[in-house]
């Protein structure tokens, strides 16, 4: 069964602290969800079009599961601590067999 993966790419930080509050609520929740984290928040190379900032990628053990981690309560909650904090381009995606 193909994995699932969260990609988001960050485009802007508006609010250090909401997404500080927006992060300590949402590490909890992907967790809960099974996810793993790969990468957080490290050194970034961009190339084309893409811009050299925050970039995070969470792996699941199915597509359906980093869905359902997404549609969460407690992840939801999150997004609400997040709000308008930060522009981001956020991706859930299935990964290969």
């Known amino acids: 069964m193909p994995k699932g993966y969260w990609v988001s790419a ?6 250090p602290e909401k997404l500080a509050a927006y992060s300590k609520l949402a590490a909890p929740a992907v967790k809960a969800g099974g ?3 790969f990468a957080r928040g490290g050194r970034v190379v961009a190339h ?5 900032e925050r970039t995070v ?4 053990d199915s597509f359906e599961q980093a869905v359902a981690a997404y549609e969460s309560a407690a992840y939801q909650e999150a ?14 995606v ?3 067999d």
């Open 10 to 15: 960050y485009r802007t930080i508006s609010d």
């Open 35 to 37: 996810g793993r984290t």
């Open 48 to 52: 084309d079009a893409g811009i050299a």
């Open 57 to 60: 990628l969470i792996e699941f």
């Open 79 to 92: 997004l609400v601590a997040l709000s308008d904090g930060v522009e981001r381009d956020f991706r859930i």
């Open 94 to 96: 299935e990964g290969i």
